[in-house]
């Protein structure tokens, strides 16, 4: 089986930073993409940013500037430095790994995942 396990949210002021990280456990063969998610109350699940197992990024157009993701493959790890935080930054946060294929016994499995959630509060 494979888990992603996120730490690093909390409360931060305006303008502060936060780095969240995660890691993917399991006898993981390759992940093709890993991202982050943030869902605030009473609004969908919106992507914040994505990068592949080549290192291609793809950012929420309002997190541009602010926000660096970046990914170690040999650890299955992802991160996402948060610069210059808003009060609209204010959800919970979502790590998602994409296609990983992994290993139970001696079959290999491929499959999405993601992780519980961490809550990032920004405030004013």
């Known amino acids: 089986q494979v888990q992603l396990v996120e730490s690093g949210g909390g409360l931060v002021q305006a303008g502060g930073s936060l780095r969240l990280s995660c890691a993917a456990s399991?006898?993981?063969?390759?992940?093709?993409?890993m991202g982050w998610y943030r869902q605030a109350p009473g609004k969908q699940r919106e992507l914040v940013a994505d990068?592949?197992?080549?290192?291609?990024?793809v950012y929420a157009d309002s997190v541009k500037g602010r926000f660096i993701i970046g990914r170690d493959n040999a650890k299955n790890t992802v991160f996402l430095q948060m610069d210059s935080l808003k009060p609209e930054d204010t959800a919970v946060y979502y790590c998602?790994?994409?296609?990983?294929?992994?290993?139970?016994?001696?079959?290999?499995?491929?499959?999405?995942?993601w992780g519980q959630g961490t809550q990032v509060t920004v405030s004013s």
């Open positions: 990068i592949t197992s080549g290192g291609s990024t």
């Open positions: 399991g006898s993981i063969f390759s992940i093709n993409s």
């Open positions: 998602s790994a994409e296609r990983i294929t992994y290993l139970i016994g001696t079959a290999t499995y491929t499959g999405d995942y």
